[in-house]
């Protein structure tokens, strides 16, 4: 859950910066000059974020069932390591060796953004904080919300008859209900509450003519009619949540000033004045600077507001907002924000990513489902450790057996067993399978750091030998690479394992692999001449010449003085290109045979 929300909070940062910036970069283009194009475009960068980063938890779930053709695959074929399909591999086109755990991670998570595992032990307090600093600020909203309400039912009701015949009218002509309409001493500016009611200042009923003072109201009726003080409170409540998206702030001081000029619209052709509403302005403008207006409320001037380009706008000849359509042209906009953050890769903390894996194995499709780390007990027979979740799921002869391995009760681990989709207790066939099946699934995905703890224990408990029987039984070149890597790290082979060794890398079928595994043996092994020339066999057979040459020359430094040999050795030079076997030949100089 904590993990998740954390997802969540990356990916509303990673959306709503994307649609934020999309939105200004429209505005200070001049593609949102008219009020309400610009105010659906804002409102849809705000609170788009929110939606489209709820909706990737979903369409990310969606993905990953629909995975299995984009797994990890690898057939069974008797003396030969399984293939596996890369579609999204980083790698050249063409069939790969069986999965490694960066491989099969990265194949399939390639469609996700991977944050850094080095996140995991922050990401509970990130949350934590977050969740602490959103309960307090909605409850702050709420509490704001519900004493400005307090406060305007306060003031008595307005009562001005021909101004109230006026809002009766604008009211009844659009077919609403006439708004509350009170009579403020505690705000300077015309406002809206959080509720819906209008306050009208002291001042204005004194100061300001007859056509102004329609003008005014009309202004404020146009806040209810569009239901600004909702949207507002919405807002703020947005705001809240994404606090820690600088653009937020942004976005609302736009939001505020496209429903400003709106609203200036709206009333100047309600009142058939727009100079008269240009005055309420200034009006307000000159007592703003020694009154403060509560943020949670549609204010007809507050301090953020450009006022000179309202004022300017309703001296204009012409209104500002055409009458030609534009609502297929805001959705159109909408769309294009949506799309361009719904296209983008969802993302996932560290190996909280689905590692899938499918082997043909002869008894019938193995696969596996692994989120986070696992580990087996001594005898591997069983998951000791999980860090999300292991399903492991195999068809044989009909029936289909399954496991699942879940983190339990304290710290230990949860299994759900399952024959033909059935949960049932855990009985002898199914022990058996499990430990069959599962360290053939962990060999597949095992890490350098796990590689090395397992050689270390297979060593310890039957040496090389024991170590060379379990690579053996590895399908995956590159796991038998890495295991091989780990014994010539762990030991120095005796004399009579280097055989045995020789056989494991002549398996590995990929020169890069094999290369790297012999001069690791060259380093740390005693050769005799039977192994080195199981060592010029295997470089005889490599098609890269450049690898070819690099490893006669080192196999040379340190090669007996071996008449044989020598012959093996100019027979495998033979095949390169005159400067490369000059090269070559002259590491045995010195051998003088």
């Not at 307090?125 to 400005?148: D, E, M, P, Q, Y």
Request: net charge positive; hydrophobic share 50%.
């Amino acid at each position: 859950m904590i993990d998740a929300l954390f997802v969540w909070l990356c990916t509303y940062l990673m959306h709503s910066t994307l649609l934020l910036g999309i939105a200004a970069l429209l505005d200070r283009a001049g593609a949102l000059r008219r009020p309400r194009l610009a105010e659906i475009v804002w409102r849809v960068a705000l609170f788009g974020g929110v939606l489209t980063a709820s909706m990737h938890a979903p369409l990310h779930m969606l993905w990953e069932r629909n995975m299995p053709e984009q797994a990890v695959k690898a057939s069974h074929a008797a003396g030969a390591a399984p293939l596996v399909q890369a579609p999204r591999a980083a790698k050249p086109a063409g069939p790969v060796l069986a999965p490694a755990a960066s491989r099969a991670v990265t194949e399939e998570t390639d469609a996700a953004w991977q944050l850094p595992t080095s996140l995991a032990p922050v990401v509970p307090l990130v949350v934590g904080a977050w969740l602490a600093w959103v309960a307090f600020g909605w409850t702050g909203i709420v509490l704001t919300a519900k004493r400005l309400n307090r406060m305007a039912r306060a003031c008595p009701p307005l009562d001005d008859a021909e101004l109230f015949r006026f809002a009766s009218g604008v009211a009844q002509r659009h077919g609403r209900m006439v708004p509350a309409i009170r009579l403020s001493a505690h705000w300077v500016s015309p406002l809206v509450t959080p509720n819906g009611e209008i306050c009208v200042p002291h001042w204005a009923l004194s100061q300001l003519d007859s056509k102004q003072r329609q003008a005014m109201l009309a202004h404020e009726i146009a806040h209810v009619m569009r239901g600004d003080p909702a949207w507002r409170y919405a807002a703020q409540l947005i705001q809240c949540l994404g606090f820690f998206q600088p653009l937020n702030a942004h976005a609302l001081r736009r939001l505020d000033l496209a429903a400003e000029l709106a609203c200036d619209e709206w009333a100047a052709s309600a009142a058939g004045n727009r100079r008269a509403l240009a005055q309420v302005l200034y009006a307000c403008a000159e007592r703003l600077p020694q009154h403060a207006t509560p943020p949670m409320v549609m204010a007809m001037a507050r301090n953020p507001s450009p006022l000179l380009l309202r004022i300017g706008s309703l001296l204009k000849d012409v209104p500002m907002s055409s009458n030609t359509p534009f609502r297929t042209k805001a959705v159109l906009v909408s769309l294009a924000m949506v799309g361009a953050v719904l296209a983008l890769p969802p993302l996932a903390v560290g190996g909280n990513a689905a590692t899938k894996v499918v082997l043909n194995e002869p008894a019938g499709e193995l696969s596996a489902t692994i989120r986070g780390a696992f580990q087996l007990n001594a005898d591997e027979s069983d998951v000791a450790m999980v860090g999300e979740s292991v399903l492991v799921r195999q068809n044989i002869s009909g029936k289909t057996l399954s496991a699942e391995f879940v983190p339990g009760a304290a710290g230990k681990v949860a299994r759900t067993y399952q024959v033909n989709g059935k949960t049932q207790a855990l009985d002898a066939e199914g022990r058996a399978w499990l430990q069959k099946v599962l360290p053939t699934i962990m060999r597949q995905v095992e890490t350098d750091a796990t590689v090395a703890q397992r050689v270390k224990q297979l060593h310890a408990k039957g040496g090389t030998s024991l170590v060379l029987e379990e690579i053996r039984k590895i399908q995956s070149a590159d796991s038998r690479e890495r295991y091989l890597g780990a014994l010539l790290s762990a030991a120095p082979p005796r004399a009579e394992q280097v055989g045995p060794i020789l056989a494991v890398v002549g398996s590995l079928n990929e020169e890069a692999l094999q290369a790297e595994a012999i001069v690791k043996l060259l380093k740390s092994a005693k050769f005799g001449s039977a192994e080195y020339g199981q060592v010029l066999a295997t470089i005889g057979g490599m098609k890269t010449q450049n690898r070819t040459c690099d490893l006669l020359v080192a196999l040379g430094a340190v090669m007996p003085a071996d008449a044989e040999l020598a012959r093996q050795f100019r027979r495998a030079a033979k095949v390169l290109p005159d400067v490369e076997r000059g090269r070559a030949e002259r590491a045995i100089d010195h051998l003088n045979v």
